[in-house]
């Protein structure tokens, strides 16, 4: 079983970065891959990054490449989510994911979730 805490959401103007993080629980964690998912109000749940078990394969939305970056510290059982260049288009709720299975850019991939931070980019 893993637990996920995301934190570091906010508002920001655009052009601006924020720096999101996931703190996680149970040993689990080393061994499954880890994404970012992202809902705005009235739309789906839309996949941004993903980075594998051992953090040597990461994979990002189109509309993200380029400007965030995702990252995993096994040591201290977190995953982060560097954002930078941000646009109003970037405002959602963020969750971070935990699974094993593929593809990585598959919400049924991940059968851990954790409650969501909020990321807000004005104008």
């Known amino acids: 079983q893993v637990q996920l805490v995301e934190s570091g959401g906010g508002l920001v103007q655009a052009g601006g970065s924020l720096r999101l993080s996931c703190a996680a629980s149970?040993?689990?964690?080393?061994?499954?891959?880890l994404a970012w998912f992202r809902q705005a109000p009235g739309k789906e749940r839309e996949f941004v990054a993903a980075?594998?078990?051992?953090?040597?394969?990461?994979t990002y939305a189109d509309s993200v490449k380029g400007r965030f970056t995702v990252s995993r510290d096994n040591a201290k059982n977190t995953v982060y989510l560097q954002m930078n260049s941000l646009k109003p288009e970037d405002t959602a709720d963020y969750y971070c994911?935990?699974?094993?299975?593929?593809?990585?850019?598959?919400?049924?991939?991940?059968?851990?979730w954790g409650q969501g931070t909020q990321v807000t980019v004005s104008s």
């Open positions: 149970g040993r689990a964690f080393r061994s499954i891959n």
């Open positions: 994911a935990g699974g094993g299975a593929y593809p990585l850019t598959s919400t049924l991939a991940y059968a851990y």
């Open positions: 980075i594998n078990w051992s953090g040597k394969s990461t």
